[in-house]
């Protein structure tokens, strides 16, 4: 979304595309207080996934979630699998321990409708299924809600998404678009009883503000 964004309204984007814990604006962190970067008049776009695709996504690329047991001592230790069924057990990230990576998306989510943390003022919540299915129209509500204005440098046609895949193992646009207009791949590769998880442990509350219920694929689809 950085390039996008860029394009549109030529605008600085603070975070890099690839990010580590020394940056403030790491992947999955979870802010329990008011970033520092809010400052100045930062906004922050934060994004979001519905969780059964976030963990899928996940499950391609796990970055610095890592999957950890504990030894014959109690302690934790990181373990070398990087398999789908190792995000439904502890999972270590930014020096916390959660029971697995649906409780991480959860408070990574509720972080950001927690106004201590990012205040409507300063934050925008967007669904990576909009940002994909919808990019006019997100584009649109950020200018008109935000006031922000395109660089002069802009053309005259609005800047299109990118269809090239952004990183590496990353489907381009068009295979997105393909794969998350299928409902049957929401559970795709899922047992029983982790998709049984996912609906109790993603909280209901935040996936009824997102939209993120059983119709969501045909919803954003449509």
């Known amino acids: 979304m950085a390039l996008e ?27 329990a207080a008011r970033p520092r970067f809010l400052d100045g008049g930062t906004l922050a776009v934060l994004m979001v996934k519905e969780p ?14 890592h999957p950890v047991v504990r030894d014959e001592r109690g302690g934790l230790q990181d373990t070398t699998s990087r398999e789908l069924a190792d ?3 502890c999972v270590e990230h930014d020096k916390t321990v959660y029971p ?3 409780a991480l998306w959860t408070a990574a989510v509720r972080s950001y409708f927690d106004d201590e943390v990012f205040p409507a003022s300063a934050a925008v919540v967007v669904r990576a299924e909009d ?18 204005a395109p660089p ?17 193992g990353a489907r381009s646009r068009s295979q997105a678009l393909a794969y998350y207009a299928d409902p049957a791949n929401r559970d795709r590769g899922f047992s029983g009883a982790q998709l049984g998880r996912v609906s109790e442990g993603a909280d209901p509350a935040l996936a009824a503000i997102l ?9 954003w689809a449509a």
């Open 152 to 168: 002069e440098s802009a053309g005259a046609e609005p800047p299109e998404p990118r269809e090239k895949a952004t990183k590496s």
């Open 131 to 148: 940002f994909l299915f919808r990019f006019d129209a997100v584009m649109d509500e950020l200018a008109a809600t935000w006031a922000f």
């Open 87 to 89: 995000l439904f057990d």
């Open 52 to 65: 059964h695709f976030w963990i899928q996504s996940t499950a391609r690329n796990f970055y610095e979630l």
């Open 211 to 219: 939209g993120y219920g059983e119709g969501a694929v045909a919803g």
């Open 5 to 31: 964004l860029q394009k549109r309204f030529g605008v600085a984007v603070a975070n890099r595309l690839v990010t580590n814990s020394r940056d403030a604006l790491w992947k999955h962190r979870v802010h």
């Open 100 to 102: 697995d990576a649906v």
